[in-house]
């Protein structure tokens, strides 16, 4: 009785609502086949979710008629426009932010809204994801990327010759082309970093710029080290393992090693609490 009781309450509702869009937004980008982009949104959920929880006991969940209204009607724009458009999938931007907004309207009204601004930055950068990805491709990232490669290999000592966005060893050659520049891992690695920010903030601006600008030179220098890699498998004529680590599963251990390099680097310069020195005056009595 006491769970039908709960069950009941609007906040219960709201939380069915929010579960409903997520599995809606993940079922159409799933149909893009590409799955670091789907790994990114499954973590802005859980991120997001994740920040609701944490104040989940302090919400101010009360609205009025209008704001209630403006919500309901955003929330049925992104169904019917998911239910009727014949490119649903374009939308999955944006799905996630207005649906925020609706749900935030719904539960707190204008001025509640405010509670949830993290949730919205969050969702915020996924619908402006594409046009990030459209200013990098406007750099000639692909060169650059073979560019480092090609410093690493020849390091490393192998007889390497770049051709604008060819490597060249004694007996082959691969090109980077855009797939391979880094541009993914780039993307990845700034949302991850923008997630440290707002789920631990940092007071100085100078450390949140610097959190961001290592972030994304871990993704593009760990991807370089992936194009490097297969440049050199390549050329031994390892196709199978060539293919491991340029379409399999070798590719997302390269996104585990960004990701685990840069929690690394936020553990040991933001996170880690300093030594406790001990009190002099207490050691010298002792």
């Known amino acids: 009785m006491e769970l039908s009781k709960r069950l009941q309450e609007p906040k219960f509702w709201l939380l069915a609502i929010v579960a409903a869009i997520a599995a ?21 959920w859980v991120a997001a979710g994740s920040l609701v929880w944490d104040k989940h006991d302090t919400l101010m969940l009360e609205s009025k008629p209008l704001p209630t209204v403006l919500g309901l009607l955003l929330l049925v724009f992104i169904l019917l426009r998911t239910a009727l458009s014949g490119d649903s999938v ?51 990232l692909s060169e650059i990327t073979a560019k480092a490669a090609n410093v690493m290999l020849w390091y490393v000592g192998f007889n390497v010759q770049r051709q604008g966005v060819f490597l060249i060893l004694p007996t082959s050659r691969v090109e980077v082309y855009g797939a391979c520049s880094g541009l993914q891992s780039i993307l990845q690695m700034l949302a991850i970093s923008v997630l440290f920010l707002l789920m631990f903030p940092i007071r100085s601006p100078v450390k949140k710029i610097l959190c961001v600008v290592i972030a994304v030179l871990i993704g593009f220098f760990v991807n370089a080290t992936r194009v490097a890699l ?41 996170l880690r609490q300093p030594p406790q020195t001990p009190d002099s005056g207490a050691k010298g009595n002792a």
């Open 230 to 270: 297969m440049v050199i498998l390549n050329n031994a004529g390892n196709k199978s393992a060539f293919d491991y680590w340029h379409e399999g599963n070798g590719s997302l251990v390269f996104a585990a090693i960004s990701v685990f390099i840069f929690g690394c680097f936020c553990w040991l310069t933001f």
């Open 24 to 44: 809606l937004h993940l079922t159409l980008l799933s149909r893009i086949d590409d799955s670091d982009i789907f790994a990114t949104a499954i973590l802005f």
């Open 90 to 140: 374009s939308s999955a931007w944006v799905i996630p932010l207005i649906s925020a907004l609706g749900v935030g309207l719904m539960a707190s009204g204008f001025k509640g809204l405010k509670q949830y601004w993290k949730e919205l930055v969050i969702f915020g950068l996924l619908a402006i994801y594409p046009f990030l990805k459209l200013l990098l491709q406007i750099i000639d």
